[in-house]
Structure formats: structure tokens, C-alpha cells
């Protein structure tokens, strides 16, 4: 077997499988083997270059150029006809959002764009987020036992996502619902029955952002970044255009919700498992910014993103032809022990775990990162403030949506004594 560019593949590359079992239960596992021997690779059964240590990995992140993101949403698994119909009855035509956009209109729309996701203005919105996350706590404190993705954590980053886009709550069920068919739509492998309900969601979804952008537009002073982008549409339409706009409505919901419901559970699932670290940040809460991202390193919510082959290019010493297409495994590259000592240790004190590939890196690097970290940030304090002596249920089973990017188990069970709550304790 060889690759697009004639060379020999090897086994391990050809067995190489992002839907397979160890992949899905852990990435960064499954290409220990490319880490040593082979870190720039074809997989045959995916059709992409694999691409697994930190330096190669920053190398095409760092040249958007060269290496374009503008198979960042493609279709993983093509669509069947009947799933094509569907999709053209409801006039699905996604178009280039951020994340997939090519420079120079990326960088000019991102500048316009960026305000709202600056520290300093995203601290007006930690107050609300603190309430929303103690009225979310306050359902379960006394019970003793709860699943904290259906308790919480997937539904808090769409409701945070709703509020800084300035988008009414009211459809957020519906929002959760469609956001999750996007995410299998474009990298998962659905089955052809599957890919036939998908469509109907994500066209439903497509609908729905435009049905609610209407709304939107009847409101010129909104206030949330949806308003915001609306607004730089009037006054830059070359550069925020129509067709942007209720593509982005959908895209930015997947991009906002899943990533950090996904990074909330994970987060709490190793923190969990490495008590001496939990027990640490319980006992010193200024640790928890750290900790967050040791988390998003050690276990981080996106594990793979996408890029394209502009023209012929080396990486990594390997030849990727024009239009080869990348797959980019940042749960691999964070584990590259050429980069962070000791990479399999999950360690809250490391010097250097925020120089993770979590949120991608260069021109495209997540927009919006500091209100993930924020959610997680508050949340964490909330519960080792109000739920310390919590533990993860023993036994439970961790399910994962089958998809080559977007990782966090579907459901995290935990116990407690409500007696030993501190807050009724200290009363
Ligand atoms: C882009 C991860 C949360 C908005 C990205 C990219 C990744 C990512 C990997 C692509 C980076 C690249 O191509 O270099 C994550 C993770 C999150 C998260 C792991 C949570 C833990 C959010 C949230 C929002 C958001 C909460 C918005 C409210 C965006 C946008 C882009 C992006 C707009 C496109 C940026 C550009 O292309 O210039 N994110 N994200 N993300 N993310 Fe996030």
C-alpha cells in the first residue's frame, strides 16, 4: 500500500483507524506509537495525513497560508443522496465562517469582530455566569448524587453562548439538540440511516438560525455579539457579509457549546481521578486557572482539527502534496513528550501546560477561549467551595459520541454525603 505521494505505508499507519475503539477512548494513546516512530503519516482508511508531535503540529498550525483551514467543517463522511435532498429542501448552503476562512478576509473580519472576546470585556459578564452556576448547583447540592453533564454542564455553556450572542434562551433545547447532529454531521461517521435524521436536524438548524437572525435584525441596539456582527455588517458589508452571518449563527454555537461542556467534564473526570490535585485546589482556590489548563492539556475537549495543503509543502521532513488534506491530533501533540516532561503525568503545577494545542494556535487560535476558561473557572470554584468532598461514582461507564474531534464522555456520575455539604455544615 502506498500513500499519494508513492511512498510505502506503514502497518500501524494503515491500521490507523479515527473511528476505531482506541482512538475514541483515547487519542493520545492511540498515536503513542506515531509520537516515536512516525509523526507525519498517510492514513489510508481516512485519506488524511496524520500529523501527531507539538512542533510539527505548531509548524502547520502557524502557517495558515500554506496550510489552509478551509476544510475546517467539511463532511467527514460524504453525505448520501437522500441525505443531500434533504438538506437542499431545507436550502442548507453553509459558507466560510472564521474558522474556515482564508486570509486576507479572515484576519480583516476577525479584527472587527474581536472586541466582545477581550478579558477586559468579558469580565462584565462573570457575575451572571457565577449565578447561573449556583442556581444550577442549588437542583442537586442536597441529593447526594448526580450526573453532572445532564445536571449542568451541558447545559450552562449553551445558555452562556446564548447570552453573550445576545440570542433569546427560549430555543436553547432545541439549539442543544441540533448543535450535537452538527458536530456528527461533519466529524463523526454516521451510518446512512443515521446521516438521513442528521439532515433533517442540521437542515432544522439552519432554518432556525436564519428564523432567529430575522428576528434579531428587527432590534438595531441589541446588545450580544450576534448584534454586534450585524451592526459591522451594515457598516462593512465586504467584509462581514450577509451569507457570514447566519452561517456563523450556527457554527459559533457548535464552536461555544460542545467544546465546553466537553472541557467541563473532562476537566472534573481527571481532576477527580488525581485527588491529591482536586484536594489542592479545594484548599487553595488560586490554583484553579493552572489546573484548568493542565486539564485542557492532559485531556482537552477538542483533540483534532483540520487543515489543507495550499501547494506542496514539508512537514515534519515528509512531503504533503497541494490539496493533501491534515489531520491535526492536538491531544497527541500535548502528550509529545519532547515538549512537556513527563507528558502521561497529569500535574497542576507544570510550568508550561498552557502552551497546550487545545484551542489551535496562530491566526485562527479559538476567539473564544477566555470565556471557556472563565465557565470553567467559576464553576470549579463554585463546586470546591460548595461540593469539595465530591467523588466520581466507582464503575461507571464513559460513552463518547463517535467523531474524529470533539471528546468528553455523555454523561459523569458523582456521590456525596449532603450532611457534609459546608454549607450546612457552617450554618
Ligand atoms: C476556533 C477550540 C470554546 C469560538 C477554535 C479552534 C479550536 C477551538 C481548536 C480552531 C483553532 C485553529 O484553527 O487554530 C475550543 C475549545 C473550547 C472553545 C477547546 C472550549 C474549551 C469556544 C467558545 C467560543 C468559541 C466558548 C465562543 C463563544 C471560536 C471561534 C473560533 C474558534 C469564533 C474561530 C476563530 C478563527 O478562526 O479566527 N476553537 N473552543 N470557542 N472558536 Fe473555540
Not at 512542533?55 to 502547520?60: M, R, S
Not at 488560586?286 to 493542565?294: G, K, Q, V, Y
Not at 464503575?395 to 449532603?418: C, H, I, M
Request: glycine share 4%.
Amino acid at each position: 500500500m502506498t500513500s499519494p505521494t508513492g511512498c510505502p505505508v506503514s502497518r500501524d499507519a494503515a491500521a490507523f483507524d479515527p473511528f476505531g475503539a482506541s482512538y475514541q477512548l483515547d487519542p493520545a494513546e492511540a498515536l503513542r506509537w506515531s509520537r516515536e516512530q512516525e509523526p507525519v503519516f498517510f492514513s489510508p482508511k481516512l485519506g488524511y495525513w496524520v500529523v501527531s508531535r507539538y512542533d510539527e503540529v505548531k509548524a502547520v498550525f502557524r502557517d495558515n497560508l500554506t496550510f489552509s483551514p478551509a476544510i475546517a467543517l467539511e463532511k467527514l463522511t460524504p453525505a448520501p443522496p437522500e441525505a443531500v435532498k434533504i438538506l437542499e429542501s431545507y436550502g442548507f448552503a453553509m459558507r466560510r465562517t472564521m474558522v474556515n476562512e482564508d486570509e486576507p478576509d479572515h484576519m480583516e473580519r476577525r479584527r472587527l469582530l474581536m472586541d466582545a472576546f477581550l478579558p477586559e470585556n468579558l469580565e462584565k459578564h462573570e457575575a451572571w455566569v457565577r449565578e447561573l452556576v449556583r442556581s444550577y448547583m442549588d437542583h442537586f447540592i442536597d441529593k447526594g448524587r448526580a450526573d453532572l453533564v445532564e445536571e449542568m454542564f451541558r447545559e450552562i455553556p449553551m445558555t452562556v453562548a446564548l447570552r453573550f450572542l445576545g440570542v433569546p434562551s427560549e430555543d436553547a433545547k432545541e439549539l442543544r439538540k441540533f448543535s450535537v447532529a452538527h458536530t456528527l454531521n461533519t466529524w463523526g461517521r454516521p451510518s446512512p440511516e443515521q446521516q438521513l435524521k442528521i439532515a433533517e436536524d442540521v437542515g432544522q438548524f439552519w432554518q432556525t438560525a436564519q428564523a432567529i437572525l430575522d428576528r434579531m435584525r428587527d432590534e438595531p441596539t441589541g446588545e450580544g455579539w450576534m448584534y454586534d456582527s450585524i451592526r459591522m455588517h451594515h457598516q462593512h458589508p465586504d467584509v462581514v457579509p450577509e451569507s457570514y452571518l447566519r452561517s456563523m449563527m450556527m457554527a459559533i454555537l457548535v464552536a461555544a457549546h460542545e467544546t465546553t461542556a466537553f472541557a467541563t467534564t473532562n476537566a472534573f473526570r481527571i481532576l477527580l481521578s488525581n485527588r491529591a490535585s482536586w484536594n489542592d485546589i479545594c484548599e487553595n482556590p488560586t490554583l484553579i486557572p493552572s489546573a484548568i489548563e493542565e486539564c485542557l492539556r492532559a485531556a482537552g475537549s477538542v483533540v483534532a482539527w483540520r487543515r489543507i495543503a495550499t501547494e506542496d509543502a514539508d512537514v515534519g521532513g515528509v512531503t504533503i502534496p497541494k490539496g493533501g488534506k491534515l489531520l491535526l491530533v492536538q491531544a497527541s501533540a500535548n502528550r509529545d513528550p519532547r515538549h512537556f516532561e513527563n507528558p502521561d503525568e497529569f500535574d497542576i503545577y507544570r510550568h508550561n501546560s498552557a502552551e497546550h494545542f487545545t484551542f489551535g494556535y496562530g491566526a485562527h487560535q479559538c476567539m473564544g477561549k477566555n470565556i471557556a476558561r472563565m465557565e470553567m473557572r467559576i464553576i470549579l470554584d463554585e463546586f470546591v467551595r460548595r461540593l469539595p468532598h465530591i467523588h466520581l461514582v466507582e464503575d461507571q461507564a464513559f460513552e463518547y459520541l463517535p467523531n474524529t474531534s470533539f471528546r468528553g464522555p455523555t454523561s459523569l456520575w458523582v456521590k456525596w454525603d449532603p450532611e457534609q455539604n459546608p454549607e450546612r455544615r457552617n450554618r
